[in-house]
């Protein structure tokens, strides 16, 4: 009975703190995510600016460290694809930027669509701020609830 | 579905390039292969009116009407949703497709002074497609070696007769050597400004170089300092600035082949650009074309020489 225990209290213990990391990791995923989309507007605008390049060669030279970055380690075809595949990772107002920048990407004149890089990129880098002021403290306040919410079961049970 | 493609494979329509189809609405692209003409010259679209075609210089007027959002969407289609990618050319009224397809372009457009910073409100889109045609040209090719290869020629003609056409298969011709059995081939530079003379399809036997996309003073001084050119090809002169820097870059002896519009040459020499042109010697002759019913061209030479 005791060894019963003894190894689900153990378990608890792994459990409680997987999640914590894990949750830790989710938080930190995020920012990285809006960072990587901040990445793939800045290369889409130099590409744009110094090459015209249409959106299609575009993402074929895109550095693959920016596909990890949103998400696609395999790379995309479009920028929808990348949105889709981040989704989870960002919140209401970043998802809706990059969904709304790779919605209208390619419809307007070379000078129009360089100002709508840069709306954009300021825009998500405000994002970025308020995301990352708040990972830290998600990210301690999670990880702590995790691990009292296992050790709480533990007492519990013995 | 098989009834259908084996009746467009009878009706022997030759397909339209690739780059056109793709972004033409299925019932317009349909009531083209209707139609049954092996070859079209331009395919033009307007908002709101009815499309028509261009065979043998004559306009036929199609059924389909299409609506200012579906021109504006084929004009999107076939920059291939990148219209920053193309404003540029967009703003001179035309994009270059692939295979030599030049599509003009028509709408309201929005300045900036004098400057035309974007086309809005799409109205029309005229497409102009090129065709493989024989050879032609072995008396342009058979000047220039009189000439001994230090004087150029000029080609000249009314819009439409196939002034590109010519200077494409000239290229070709002097590139290969093909024009003469005793001939080695010449290292051939072509300036393609407007993305017209298209040899990406071309033979992989020619002594040829493109230069793409670049404005004609830059693309000669290229090619004579950098690609050691033997002779130079472009198309469409006449600007008086052009001229000037032409004139600046091109001691250099190398013969070039160029075209430019006009009905006679009265009307060619009395253009200033081409006036100063005519002065600094750049030509050795100046031939006038005109189609001859059977694919081919008659020429009407006049030597440097001869002109006032």
Same mark, same amino acid.
């Given at each position: 009975m005791m060894t019963v225990k003894l190894v689900g209290s153990l378990l608890f213990a792994v459990s409680g703190v997987v999640m914590a990391v894990s949750y830790s990791r989710f938080q930190t995923k995020k920012l990285n995510t809006i960072d990587g989309f901040i990445s793939l507007l800045f290369y889409i605008k130099g590409q744009i600016d110094c090459f015209a390049r249409p959106r299609s060669d575009i993402l074929s030279t895109l550095p693959l460290e920016v596909f990890c970055a949103c998400n696609c380690p395999h790379g995309a075809d479009t920028l929808e694809e990348m949105v889709e595949a981040s989704r989870i990772y960002l919140d209401e107002e970043p998802l809706r930027l990059v969904a709304s920048f790779s919605s209208e990407?390619?419809?307007?004149?070379k000078d129009e669509q360089l100002r709508r890089c840069d709306y954009y990129i300021s825009a998500l880098s405000e994002e970025r701020r308020r995301v990352f002021s708040e990972v830290q403290s998600k990210s301690r306040a999670g990880s702590a609830l995790w691990i009292c919410a296992c050790v709480g079961i533990i007492i519990l049970l013995w | 579905m098989q009834v259908i493609n084996l009746k467009r494979q009878a009706s022997g329509v030759d397909p339209l390039p690739e780059a056109v189809m793709r972004a033409l609405p299925y019932r317009l692209s349909d009531e083209i292969r209707r139609?049954?003409?092996?070859?079209?010259e331009e395919i033009r679209m307007r908002a709101s009116r009815r499309c028509s075609l261009v065979v043998s210089g004559r306009n036929i007027m199609l059924d389909t009407v299409l609506e200012p959002r579906e021109v504006s969407d084929i004009l999107e289609g076939m920059c291939q949703g990148s219209l920053y990618a193309f404003s540029d050319t967009i703003n001179q009224g035309y994009i270059s497709l692939p295979g030599g397809v030049r599509v003009g372009v028509c709408g309201r457009a929005g300045c900036e002074g004098e400057r035309i910073i974007g086309i809005y409100e799409i109205s029309s889109l005229s497409v102009r497609i090129p065709h493989k045609t024989r050879p032609v040209g072995r008396e342009i090719c058979r000047l220039l070696h009189g000439f001994k290869y230090t004087s150029g020629v000029l080609i000249y003609s009314p819009p439409g007769i196939g002034k590109t056409t010519l200077l494409r298969s000239v290229a070709t011709m002097l590139s290969s050597g &093909?024009?003469?059995?005793d001939q080695d081939p010449l290292r051939t530079v072509v300036i393609d400004t407007r993305g017209e003379?298209?040899?990406?399809?071309?033979?992989?036997?020619l002594c040829l170089d493109v230069l793409s996309g670049y404005p004609r003073r830059q693309g000669i001084e290229i090619a004579t300092?950098?690609?050691? &050119?033997e002779v130079i090809i472009c198309d469409e002169i006449g600007d008086y600035e052009e001229a000037m820097a032409l004139v600046a870059s091109h001691n250099c002896g190398v013969p070039l082949i160029a075209s430019a519009h006009a009905e006679n040459i009265t009307q060619l020499l009395s253009r200033t650009g081409l006036r100063l042109l005519h002065e600094a010697r750049i030509f050795g002759a100046y031939a006038s074309i005109r189609r001859d019913g059977r694919g081919g061209f008659l020429y009407d030479i006049t030597m440097h020489s001869e002109c006032f």
């Open positions: 990407f390619g419809s307007t004149f | 139609t049954g003409y092996p070859v079209i &093909a024009w003469d059995s003379l298209a040899f990406a399809s071309e033979g992989s036997d300092r950098c690609l050691n &050119a």
